[in-house]
């Protein structure tokens, strides 16, 4: 049987920013988002070509297990393409955090 590493909700509390309003530009993306907030509050932000992330405050995928990563919601619905992809309308409201997808191996 394969182990599997769980990550527990207080490892990854640290790494979300509370709620704040944000001002961005015409046509910015959620990414674009992202990355000034994090510069903004000193958290590290690991990507590959703007299209995936793949660590944010030193909380990288595969870290909570193979099948883990980084995922994105906006007004509550789960967002199946890159950040830098996705351009944000007035109003809306960018969720994230690190989603596991448990695999049986017996």
């Known amino acids: 049987r394969r182990q599997r590493q769980m990550c527990k909700e207080t490892d990854i509390a640290p790494y979300?920013?509370?709620?704040?309003?944000?001002?961005?530009?015409?046509?910015?993306t959620a990414f674009d988002v992202l990355k000034v907030l994090c510069d903004e509050n000193g958290i590290s932000l690991k990507y590959q070509?703007?299209?995936?992330?793949?660590?944010?405050?030193?909380?990288?995928?595969?870290?909570?297990?193979g099948s883990?990563?980084?995922?994105?919601?906006?007004?509550?619905?789960?967002?199946?393409?890159?950040a830098s992809s996705?351009?944000?309308?007035?109003?809306?409201?960018?969720?994230?955090?690190m989603l596991q997808i448990q695999m049986n191996d017996e």
Do not use: F, H, M
């Open 68 to 82: 883990s990563g980084w995922t994105y919601r906006v007004n509550g619905e789960l967002i199946k393409k890159p």
């Open 49 to 65: 070509r703007k299209t995936y992330i793949q660590g944010i405050g030193g909380l990288n995928e595969k870290d909570c297990g």
């Open 86 to 97: 996705y351009t944000l309308q007035n109003g809306d409201v960018i969720e994230g955090g």
């Open 16 to 28: 979300l920013l509370s709620n704040e309003a944000y001002t961005a530009e015409q046509g910015a």
